[in-house]
């Protein structure tokens, strides 16, 4: 047993001062362990402190963040939510033909899951390669930090994605815009170095367009400009809806790592599907942190972070959920509409511990002392994982 973590639990009811006293005036014969095991038994049950837990949701749908006539942009960065540290999101929609002019992020790579419309990106990569490709429902994109890259709608109707960044520190509106750098350029530096006169410049944006107006392209593919470039020969777009999902009792998961989508290497993406009454069992990840949209339908979530801290949070459509590395945690789904939510995790590849795992990962010797349970008790207890349960009646 670690003590250490026991003694922080029992601090509620037993004062370390009154514990120090207690085992000096105790008799040689008896174990300090066993002493401890007492104490807790005695103590009341721990209070939950959700005070001592940062906030852990955010509204990104409920913000106004930027608007123009050809889209608009919502973020949640850690001056929004603090507690997202590693990852920031953003969630955007285009117009038919709405163009997100060519930029790069300096502190983040970037990572999108298409949920409504079509997209059109271009990027280009420091080896020279480019590509030019199309994103539809269920698709999703990753450009690596400092890539340059533009957006495009391709309509029908409006084009709406989610973007995740890894670094929460990244603010969507605080990147590098070429017409910024441009409007920022003197005139006899744009004109040796992109080779037009000085006054071709004049009709150039004045400041950073971040959204604009465009015209919605042809079906095919445009050729790049330089016929000689070679295509990127890393794929850019990974068809998350397309994986076949692991099938649970409660629900189902998609998980694409770095294995399965290998330019993808500081985030691992989860698209995760749960039926009404479902349980996603408690667990933790060991090396990463969680960031959850919810796309469809309610669930409740719940968080430990040590020291008898836990707090519970509803989520819907439209919400974000940060869950730091190492807190235990579990999801239950809430209302008749099935839950459908995205995660990420600031990591590539993925890792996790199950209670029901450890729970089987012990002999029940162990446990039989650690709980207290009857032998039928100790039996019924899973031993591995679950992952998603389904709902009890
Ligand atoms: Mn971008
Ligand atoms: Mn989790």
Redesign the pocket.
């Known amino acids: 047993m670690d003590t250490s973590e026991k003694n922080s639990n029992f601090s509620e009811g037993v004062s370390r001062r009154n514990l120090f006293d207690t085992l000096g005036r105790v008799s040689a014969g008896l174990a300090a362990t066993s002493l401890i095991a007492q104490q807790v038994r005695a103590a009341p049950p721990p209070e939950t402190k959700s005070e001592g837990l940062e906030n852990f949701k955010f509204d990104i749908e409920n913000q106004t963040g930027w608007v123009g006539d050809a889209g608009s942009a919502k973020e949640a960065t850690v001056a929004e939510f603090p507690v997202s540290q590693s990852i920031a999101g953003v969630s955007m929609r285009l117009q038919p033909g709405a163009i997100r002019e060519l930029h790069w992020h300096a502190l983040a790579a970037e990572w999108a899951y298409m949920l409504k419309g079509r997209c059109r990106t271009t990027v280009i990569s420091p080896n020279g390669q480019a590509e030019i490709t199309d994103f539809e429902e269920g698709d999703t994109w990753y450009f690596p930090r400092g890539h340059g890259h533009a957006l495009q709608g391709l309509g029908p109707g409006e084009t709406h994605f989610i973007l995740g960044f890894d670094n929460g520190h990244f603010s969507e509106f605080g990147t590098f815009g070429i017409t910024d750098w441009i409007a920022h350029t003197a005139p006899h530096i744009l004109s040796r170095n992109l080779g037009l006169p000085e006054s071709a410049f004049e009709r150039f944006p004045k400041k950073e367009i971040y959204i604009g107006p465009g015209k919605v392209p042809g079906a095919a593919l445009d050729a790049f400009r330089n016929g000689d470039l070679e295509n990127s020969q890393s794929a850019h777009k990974y068809r998350l809806d397309k994986q076949t999902p692991r099938i649970l009792e409660g629900g189902e998961e998609r998980i694409v790592t770095q294995r399965e989508f290998p330019i993808q290497s500081s985030l691992t993406a989860v698209k995760m599907d749960l039926k009404p009454g479902a349980l996603r069992e408690m667990?933790w990840?060991p090396h990463a942190d969680?960031w959850q949209y919810y796309v469809k339908g309610r669930s409740k979530v719940t968080i430990f972070g040590s020291h008898a801290r836990v707090k519970t949070e509803e989520f819907g459509p439209g919400h974000v959920a940060f869950?730091k590395q190492g807190y235990g945690?579990y999801i239950e789904q809430i209302g008749d509409e099935p839950t459908t939510l995205l995660i990420l995790f600031n990591s590539p590849n993925y890792e996790?511990i199950s209670l029901s795992n450890w729970l089987g990962g012990n002999p029940a010797a162990l446990l039989y002392d650690h709980f207290g349970l009857s032998k039928d008790q100790m039996d019924r207890l899973p031993m591995k994982e679950i992952g998603i349960m389904g709902r009890r009646s």
């Open positions: 667990h990840h969680e869950i945690h996790e």
